[in-house]
């Protein structure tokens, strides 16, 4: 939940997280990948802990336009990613225009963890008119054009924020609105390669004391962080193959098998502790892949 927020959703996403727009020519599929890998789509990509992230790349264009020249070469940029079937990638165009202006952010949804997530909360998202075989755009837009504390919860949920953090983040936003006065809070960031902080981002109260689903969080956020840093230096650094190259290793094979949370838990099966090859060289042959030995093995 980044701070500094595509102003469309302006209460919910100032704290539900998406920075501010730059100009910049369209990025190429290996600059979307990478940016994907880097951020806190990681953990939507990594077995759907975060249902969908969004806001990796993002832009705004004049309030009287339904899309851009750049929002269609994004889009198609990102239908070249090598995603599977599981995950769904698109550019997202808000309902609301600030200051004249459009704002669009890049998203990549878990269809299966985002399936599950509308089955269990029901309550929340029927009233929406979301089903759980709507697509992930459908999804945003139902949330999108929601009232007010509906879109905050609904926006809060499928970004895989603890449902606690969700409800206060709700009502403090209420009493906001009703008297005026801040409502005062701390903060939980957890780790993106670009950055510790300001990423994968949630308010909490003002004087919080861990919970379960914070240490949670934590734990599988620190772990597959760890292996990714580690691929990125294999992939990135060592081997130049570049971020394609790189996603499509990381998502087939699995890097990291997780179930459906049930409600707020998904779980890791044991495995054998991984440890980096570094391929001493690569055939002429060879496209990036996993069939490139650039790749984490088991002992």
Not at 145 to 150: F, K, T, V
Not at 153 to 165: C, S
Not at 239 to 250: N, Y
Request: aromatic letters at 10%; charged letters at 25%; hydrophobic letters at 45%.
């Amino acid at each position: 939940m980044r701070h500094a927020t595509l102003n469309a959703c302006v209460a919910v996403l100032a704290v539900f997280g998406l920075a501010g727009s730059t100009r910049a020519a369209p990025p190429t599929p290996d600059v979307l990948a990478l940016k994907m890998l880097d951020s806190e789509a990681l953990y939507t990509l990594t077995g759907g802990l975060k249902p969908i992230s969004e806001g990796f790349w993002q832009t705004r264009f004049p309030a009287d336009q339904d899309t851009s020249p750049e929002v269609d070469a994004v889009r198609a940029a990102l239908k070249e990613l090598p995603l599977g079937s599981d995950l769904e990638a698109g550019v997202y165009v808000f309902a609301t225009p600030f200051d004249g202006k459009r704002p669009a952010a890049a998203f990549v949804a878990h269809k299966p963890s985002l399936r599950a997530l509308v089955e269990r909360r029901i309550d929340v998202f029927q009233p929406l008119g979301i089903l759980s075989a709507m697509s992930p755009q459908r999804v945003l837009e139902l949330i999108d054009r929601a009232q007010r504390s509906a879109r905050w919860r609904g926006f809060g949920l499928v970004f895989g924020y603890p449902e606690y953090a969700v409800e206060f983040f709700v009502a403090a936003g209420e009493k906001q609105a009703a008297t005026g006065k801040f409502v005062e809070r701390d903060f939980v960031n957890l780790p993106t390669f670009v950055s510790d902080r300001g990423r994968f981002v949630y308010a909490v109260p003002k004087g919080h004391v861990e919970r379960a689903e914070d240490r949670y969080l934590k734990s599988m956020t620190a772990e597959i962080f760890i292996r990714y840093r580690a691929w990125r230096t294999v992939y990135l650094d060592n081997e130049k193959l570049g971020a394609v190259a790189l996603l499509r290793s990381w998502l087939t094979p699995p890097t990291v098998w997780l179930r459906p949370p049930e409600p707020t838990v998904v779980l890791l099966p044991a495995r054998p502790t991984p440890r980096i090859v570094r391929p001493s060289r690569l055939s002429s042959g060879d496209a990036p892949g996993p069939r490139i030995r650039c790749r984490l093995l088991c002992r």
